[in-house]
């Protein structure tokens, strides 16, 4: 299992250090310092070996977090558990910074004695571990015998995410469909790989313990439905092609898996406030909001002109926002001239690209940049490797298009139903990494 | 007010300062001092002087504080044993606190501290801690176990915790569950046969029904340990992955990674036509390219996992190449591994895709990457045969960019493709000597050398190309040193006019100047084998080679079973067992596949058989032939005494063909019954078993007369024979060479396929004698086309009718015609043709001239000549 852990910050000073096995000697923690921080080539593995002492490690800005064991140990765990760490300190003083490691160095060392037990990852989920270790001392003498108790069980209960007693006097979720499209696309226009990994945010404000069932147009569960035979006619018209194929998804642990996996209902007890419920990949029919058409050409040795059309692909009475176009120039660039019918473009030396930004545009227009580059000669033989052209933008619909068909809430034992629940859907769209070779 | 400035270093005689302030009457200065001295602690200052101070602190009811001290304390009571034993009151207190969270806290401090003294003291609150009426105090006692058992296991043991953490795994949390799991299982490891998890299928049951309700850890315990647990049947195997498929949903990659390893386990056992074998397979590819999508870190330990997988069921993955291309801002780690799991997922299906990939990839900037997409084009070209052309021209492209370091990777792969293709792309070679000049690595070098040594005779330079390197041969790598010597011997046997001096040159620079004893023999070998016999050289030397296989950098299949048993943890991420890198008792144990359920097994990949090296000076090709010639061969006087001429045994199929299966064989006429004698040899590291043995379609008819009887497992390095007995009343097809027979041999890793001859004595049948007059009709009868005339030396005939006879060849007649002994021979073949021969032997000269007439026979017998 784990044997410690310990946190760097970009010197390689140590900022924490926890040992959890006897087998991890203090010269461990210069160890990693010396050939992972201060190596002098980059380290080229997250996952370093260093005298029969395996490090992982994780970098947040310019920290290092890094987990040494000498055991076979779960080396996906190790990651997870190095991620769950970031995000548990994250929510308890924000950014991970060398500033905030040592104003809350005692409150870390208190969570790691929490949630790592001789190297094995315990309860890490924020809103049990919130209830007894916070940054004024454990509450543990003001409160009574019921209170820990309640902690206790949440914090080793089946539903550890949730405690009991929430109330709230408006009951109110709001449900984020983000999805990030990703593509990769040859020089004449042939998609190389498309997909959208979209994500289910969910921030509920809900009393009591309610019962959630969240459904979507997931083609399977249409197709089923469908098959069902009593609306045949109905079903087909509420399908029909609005319905989507999910590669894969994965839940947040207070879904029911087996019941998914049987019955593929998405069926659980939220937690309170805001969480990701799903995760989801799509591979089929994905719209792609832009299309990039490149255009490099090469006059001699110290001179290329560029041209870039951009043309949106949705519907017309649809808005993009945050459109930037990033087309990458040698380093051997001396000026840029550039021309562009819509937003700005700019040549950022720093960078070694043209930056181009528009602030909207609707669907189904197009437009177009063009730059001159000048060169200055080199004796460089190797020819420039002409990185792709990335393109970032945000759009108010979901690329894979799918739908949320209803989020019903049940919960028996207070006195509000399913219609009493104000509920708000919302779909985004972003560019993940959305790039043509030009 | 911050607490960074704890981290401020401070003057000297800061220790001195932190005393007095620890024994401060002020509580909030305490609380200070302590942080300080931890912060100081952190940094590495040695802070083991102010032991009795802060332990001082620890009788507090600031929980806080308490927590401060037993940080403290666990770093420093070993060093401080006598000191540390102040603070067992202190636990013992604590661990009847009626706050839960306290009690736990003293129990999993307390087993941190590796104190005999202390850990004395530990039992009895454990043991009350382990029936703890609250959850969170048993599960924190359930880790506290294993904490005990590393350092003093004996104790564990009489003091009966172990049956306790057993009892645990029914416990009705399913928290506690988990650990206890957890805490078993690493005990067990150090004890590998102690039983001690003890799984049967009512434990399993308890751990699947915790599995649903635990923690994403929890869940990651309980499945690494269903990992180990070996089912009865297919049935149990099949209901434990049914439940345990619905892990693959999880967020959390372990979960899913460890869910993969326990389906990739049990799968072995399921039988391979059951549809729900196939479902499992189909559910297993898209939670693998999910991972795909976590991030980098993550990523790389998924594909070096799926990199396993692909080797192991390569069918689960083989539609999924495109989420394996390569993104710009991928770090190189997660790069690299794609680009490998690339070549293993090209076939015909998608070459082209990856090809343009490959392409692109090569015009990269990291120097790492770019080799690797280079040499991945050369093993496309490698894998997919359709594919070779475009890859040699793409490589061709490639090295006109004049880069040093793609250039070189270019030759070393080239250089395998004319391995695997030989004669189809040298024409490529002028290219390839343009860039001599700029070729720096060993690796490029040799790969250089051996094309001009290999295609010298069309290379007109070729001997100035060699020379140029011999000047420096001192300075070269052995690599560089052993295939130059070896390139001028093959130049020197192809030109040996010109050469003579080159080849003096290196031969001496090898064996004299050199004190490499692996140069050295070579050259000794390479001058023996020259001034003795050119010929038999140039046979050795110049032999055909064998081809290149397909598949590369495969892991051995043994270690393939082991580390996908170990899916998801760093032997995983290494390739590498446990044991290569884990000290101690641990990870020892092999773990193993379970074996499968019906014939199917394992599907073992080949044995990992990297490049052939340049040079194989041995000849393969044995006679395989074996005709008359052979039969004639009487010079030994080793007369064979009764039956009929047996052709010593070849190997008929290597065991590089044939995933370390190796057959050798040959056939005999025994008593009436032709026998196919085989030596299967098992060069594989997995026992071999259900053997069987088919013929295709041949010229006499000849089949298996029994199925082939190796009743017995054949497991590694073994060798058995087996002799099988033929009929001649199979379906018959005219085969070329005439004594051509086509042979699938199939076991549970594979079927393969080898072709051998027969030598056509074998089918002489013992009736074989014609009546004299009948045999002169028949010789007057035959018309001449149907005459052959041929010459066969050496032999004495003074045995040769006799021996002739033991192959059922009979003579009829005799008699001597001007000085010359004639002989009239017949012969029968198991399919009724006769054949009759002359034999004309001249007196004093060896050589006999064989007329041969045949009746009804189709064609001319080519294995006579």
Redesign the interface.
């Known amino acids: 299992m784990i044997g410690g852990l310990f946190i760097y910050n970009h010197k390689g000073e140590v900022l924490i250090s926890r040992v959890y096995r006897d087998d991890i000697g203090r010269n461990a923690v210069d160890a990693f310092r010396v050939n992972v921080i201060h190596a002098r080539q980059q380290v080229r593995s997250p996952v370093t070996n260093i005298a029969r002492t395996s490090f992982f490690h994780v970098k947040r800005s310019n920290i290092w977090l890094a987990v040494v064991t000498k055991q076979n140990v779960n080396a996906a765990m190790v990651f997870e558990f190095l991620y769950k760490m970031c995000d548990v300190m994250a929510s308890y003083f924000g950014k991970i910074s060398e500033e905030n490691i040592k104003n809350n160095f005692v409150l870390i060392y208190e969570l790691l004695d929490e949630i790592l037990d001789f190297g094995y990852p315990q309860n890490s989920e924020t809103g049990s571990l919130k209830t007894f270790i916070t940054q004024q001392g454990i509450k543990g003498q003001h409160q009574t015998k019921e209170e820990q108790s309640q902690i206790t069980s949440q914090v080793t209960g089946q539903i550890g995410w949730r405690r009991e007693g929430i109330k709230y006097r408006r009951n109110e979720l709001f449900l984020d469909v983000l999805e990030s499209v990703n593509l990769l696309m040859s020089p004449q226009g042939q998609v190389l790989s498309a997909h959208v990994s979209g994500r289910v945010v969910m921030k509920s404000y809900l009393s009591g313990m309610p019962e959630c069932k969240f459904g979507m147009n997931d083609k399977i569960i249409i197709d089923k439905a469908g098959k069902g035979g009593v609306t045949n006619e109905a079903g087909k018209s509420t399908s029909g092609k609005q319905s989507i194929a999910i590669d894969d998804c994965t839940f947040n642990q207070c879904v029911r898996l087996s019941k998914f996996d049987s019955e593929r209902s998405i069926s659980f007890i939220p937690p309170d406030g805001e969480y990701e419920l799903m995760r989801y990949r799509t591979t089929k029919d994905i719209i792609l909001p832009f299309r990039v058409i490149p255009l490099v050409r090469e006059v001699g040795r110290t001179k290329l002109e560029v041209k870039v059309v951009i043309k949106s692909n949705f519907k017309p009475s649809l808005l993009a926002q945050k459109i930037e176009v990033r087309i990458p120039t040698p380093l051997n660039t001396s000026g840029v001239q550039v021309i562009c019918m819509k937003g700005k473009a700019k040549y950022k030396a720093s960078e070694n690209a043209i930056v181009w930004k528009i602030k909207r545009m609707a669907g189904m227009k197009e437009s177009q940049i063009s730059a001159e580059i000048e060169l200055l000669p080199t004796n460089d033989k190797k020819k420039w490797a002409r990185p792709p052209i990335s393109m970032n933008f945000e759009v108010p619909f979901a690329p894979s298009g799918l739908k949320v068909r209803y989020l019903k809430v049940f919960e028996s034992k207070l006195n509000y139903s399913d219609h009493d629940v104000i509920k708000w859907v919302r779909y985004i769209g972003r560019s993940g990494i959305y790039e043509t070779r030009c | 007010m911050?607490?960074?400035k704890?981290?401020t270093t401070t003057k000297k005689g800061e220790i001195f300062e932190l005393k007095a302030e620890l024994n401060s009457d002020k509580k909030e200065k305490k609380k200070e001092a302590v942080?300080k001295v931890?912060?100081s602690m952190?940094?590495?200052k040695d802070v083991s002087a102010l032991f009795p101070d802060v332990v001082n602190c620890m009788q507090t009811?600031?929980?806080?504080l308490k927590?401060?001290v037993?940080?403290y304390l666990m770093?420093y009571a070993k060093s401080q044993p006598d000191m540390a034993i102040m603070a067992v009151n202190t636990f013992v207190k604590d661990c009847e606190d009626?706050?839960?969270?306290?009690r736990?806290?003293a129990v999993?401090t307390m087993?941190?501290i590796?104190v005999d003294k202390i850990t004395e003291y530990l039992c009895e609150p454990l043991r009350k801690c382990l029936k703890d009426e609250?959850?969170?105090?048993r599960?924190?006692a359930a880790?506290?176990v294993?904490?005990l058992h590393?350092i003093n296991a004996q104790l564990v043991e009489d003091q009966g915790f172990l049956d306790t953490l057993k009892d645990l795994i029914s416990d009705s949390?399913?928290?506690?569950v988990a650990?206890a799991v957890?805490a078993l299982s690493?005990i067990a490891e150090s004890h590998p046969n102690s039983n001690l998890l003890d799984l049967n299928p009512q434990s399993i049951n308890k751990l699947l029904t915790a599995l649903?309700?635990?923690?994403?850890?929890g869940q990651?315990?309980i499945l690494?340990c269903l990992a180990n647990y070996t089912p009865r049947d297919d049935r149990e195997s099949q209901s434990i992955c049914e439940?345990v498929?619905?892990?693959l949903?999880?967020?959390?990659?372990?979960v899913?990674?460890?869910a993969v390893k326990v389906l990739m386990k049990f799968m072995e056992m399921l039988p391979k036509d059951l549809d729900y074998y196939g479902t499992l397979l189909k559910k297993l590819a898209?939670?693998l390219?999910?991972l795909l999508?976590a991030?980098?870190?993550?990523q790389?330990?998924?594909l070096r996992n799926i990199n396993l997988i692909v080797q192991k069921r390569p069918e689960i993955l083989k539609h999924e190449m495109?989420?394996f291309?390569v993104?710009?801002?991928d770090p190189?780690?997660v790069k690299?591994e794609k680009l490998d799991i690339m070549i293993r997922l090209a076939s015909q299906a998608n070459i082209a895709?990856v090809l343009?990939?490959l392409k692109?990839y090569a015009?990269?900037?990291d120097v790492?990457f770019v080799r690797k997409a280079v040499r991945a084009i050369g093993r496309c070209a490698i894998k997919v045969e359709q594919s070779a052309e475009r890859c040699v021209s793409t490589l061709l492209d490639l090295i006109q960019?004049?880069?040093n370091y793609v250039v070189q990777e270019a030759i070393v792969v080239i250089k395998d493709i004319f391995r695997k293709y030989p004669n189809k792309y040298e024409s490529v070679i002028a290219t390839l000597c343009e860039n001599l000049d700029s070729l720096d690595e060993p690796e490029a070098r040799a790969a250089m050398i051996w094309i001009v040594g290999e295609y010298a005779e069309r290379i007109d330079n070729a001997d100035e190309l060699l020379e140029s390197f011999l000047e420096g041969f001192h300075d070269e790598s052995t690599q560089v040193q052993l295939q130059l010597l070896t390139a001028i011997v093959k130049l020197f046997l192809k030109k040996p006019t010109e050469t003579q001096e080159l080849v003096q040159q290196v031969l001496s620079l090898a064996t004299q100047d050199s004190d490499n004893p692996d140069l050295r023999d070579r050259g000794y070998i390479y001058w023996r084998l020259l001034s003795t016999d050119p010929v038999a050289a140039k046979e050795v030397v110049l032999a055909e080679k064998p081809l290149i296989s397909e598949e590369t950098d495969l892991i051995e299949p043994t270690l393939l079973e082991e580390l996908i048993c170990?899916i998801?943890?760093?032997?995983?991420?290494?390739h590498k067992p446990?044991s290569a890198?884990?000290?101690g008792s641990?990870?020892v144990m092999h773990k193993r596949l379970p074996l499968g359920g019906d014939i199917g097994g394992s599907p073992a990949m080949g044995a990992g058989f990297g490049a052939a090296p340049a040079v194989m000076p041995a000849s393969l090709n044995a006679p395989v032939g074996g005709g008359l010639g052979d039969l004639f061969d009487l010079g030994g006087g080793v007369g064979m005494p009764m039956g009929a001429y047996i052709p010593p045994k070849t190997v008929w199929l290597p065991a590089m063909k044939a995933k370390g299966l190796e057959i050798s064989g040959t056939f005999a006429r025994r008593a009436g019954v032709i026998q196919m004698e085989l030596v299967l040899t098992n060069k594989a590291m997995s026992v071999m078993t259900d053997f069987a043995i088919q013929f295709n379609r041949n010229s006499f008819g000849l089949a298996p007369a029994g199925p082939l009887q190796v009743l017995t497992p054949l497991g590694p390095n073994q060798t058995i024979e087996v002799s099988l007995p033929l009929s001649t009343v199979g379906p018959v097809m005219k085969m070329d060479p005439l004594n051509n027979l086509q042979v699938a041999v199939k076991n549970n890793i594979d079927v393969f396929y080898f072709s051998c001859q027969y030598p056509i004595s074998m089918l002489f049948v013992e009736d074989g004698k014609m009546e004299r007059q009948v045999f002169l009709a028949t010789w007057k009868d035959i018309p001449n086309d149907n005459e052959s005339q041929f010459q066969i030396q050496d032999c004495h005939l003074n045995s040769a009718s006799n021996k002739l006879q033991g192959s059922n060849i009979f003579t009829i007649a005799k008699r001597t015609v001007e000085g010359q002994d004639m002989l009239y021979m017949s012969i029968k073949l198991s399919n009724g043709i006769w054949v009759l021969a002359e034999l004309k032997v001249q007196a004093g000269n060896p050589n006999y001239t064989v007329m041969l007439n045949k009746s009804k026979y189709i064609s001319s017998l080519r294995f006579f000549q």
């Not at chain 2, 649903?212 to 850890?217: A, K, P, Q, V």
């Open positions: 911050t607490d960074s704890y981290f942080k931890i912060a952190t940094v590495g009811d600031n929980l806080e927590k401060l037993y940080l770093n009626p706050n839960p969270l306290i736990a806290l999993r087993g941190c590796r609250d959850p969170y105090v599960k924190t880790v506290c294993a904490k590393d949390n399913p928290m506690v650990n957890a690493e649903n309700e635990c923690t994403e850890w990651i315990f690494d439940r498929t619905p892990r949903s999880h967020a959390n990659s372990a899913v990674l460890s898209p939670p390219v999910t999508s991030e980098p870190e993550l790389y330990v998924a495109k989420v291309f993104k710009y801002n190189i780690y690299l895709q343009a990939e692109e015009t990269e900037v790492d960019t004049k880069v170990h998801g943890t760093l032997a995983s991420v290494y446990p890198f884990v000290e641990r990870g």
